[in-house]
């Protein structure tokens, strides 16, 4: 079965812009999570969404925000960007009952620069 | 607060010369502590999940050992194709997507 898509694959984008990324989990998955990845920081949770509600927040700023549809379909969006919001944006998704809870399917990334 | 730490950094190892990925963790009550595979350009790959202390796990090459405190990714006899970056995560809470991940060891293996 198809695996995690997320679009576009690679952006540039100028300081004090904003930015919206999409993710499309496995089909039947109804969890999904935002994660940052930098080299000075690693992999930093954003959020998860579960049946269109925000289930978890991490330590990142307002400007960060996201939504889930009713298809389980996600979007996350970065408002008045900043050099420092560079990074590869990943996108997970989850079955939640019945497997291995943090059995994370990785999509390959929104790779962000900001310029 | 939770924390991982991941040792090394990185990891040279030649075809075939076995060797062991560190992960220690500090944890207030944890859920489960989860290896990942990341290759360059791609989304981290899911290993293995491990509960509790004195667990193990194997696929292929790789072994994962739990204990109270760390948990080791043993590698034996490993191939080229094994150069990646292993990821080490600790669950936050019970039926959540949100992890907690460390820096990784980037394994390379040479022919």
């Known amino acids: 079965k198809a695996g995690v898509t997320q679009t576009p694959r690679y952006l540039i984008k100028t300081r004090g812009q904003q930015v919206t990324l999409s993710c499309s989990p496995i089909s039947g998955h109804r969890s999904v999570s935002w994660y940052q990845q930098t080299p000075g920081q690693g992999l930093q949770f954003l959020f998860e969404?579960?049946?269109?509600?925000?289930?978890n927040k991490g330590n990142f700023p307002g400007r960060f925000s996201g939504r889930q549809f009713s298809n389980s379909r996600s979007e996350m969006n970065v408002s008045t960007l900043e050099l420092g919001d560079s990074a590869l944006y990943l996108c997970?998704?989850?079955?939640?009952?019945?497997?291995?809870?943090?059995?994370?399917?990785f999509g390959e990334g929104s790779r962000l620069t900001v310029l | 607060e939770d924390q991982v730490t991941q040792s090394p950094e990185a990891l040279r190892l030649q075809e075939g010369e076995s060797s062991s990925l560190n992960c220690s963790y500090t944890v207030s009550g944890l859920r489960g502590l989860f290896w990942y595979r990341q290759d360059p350009g791609k989304g981290p790959e899911f290993l293995f999940t491990?509960?509790?202390a004195g667990e193990e796990k194997e696929k292929e090459r790789l072994k994962a050992t739990l204990t109270k405190k760390e948990s080791f990714l043993h590698i034996t006899a490993p191939k080229p194709e094994d150069s990646a970056t292993y990821l080490c995560?600790?669950?936050?809470?019970?039926?959540?997507?949100?992890?907690?991940f460390g820096q990784g060891t980037t394994l390379q293996v040479k022919p």
């Open positions: 491990l509960y509790s």
């Open positions: 997970a998704s989850s079955e939640i009952a019945g497997t291995d809870l943090g059995e994370l399917f």
């Open positions: 995560a600790v669950q936050a809470g019970l039926g959540t997507g949100k992890l907690i």
């Open positions: 969404y579960f049946s269109e509600t925000q289930r």
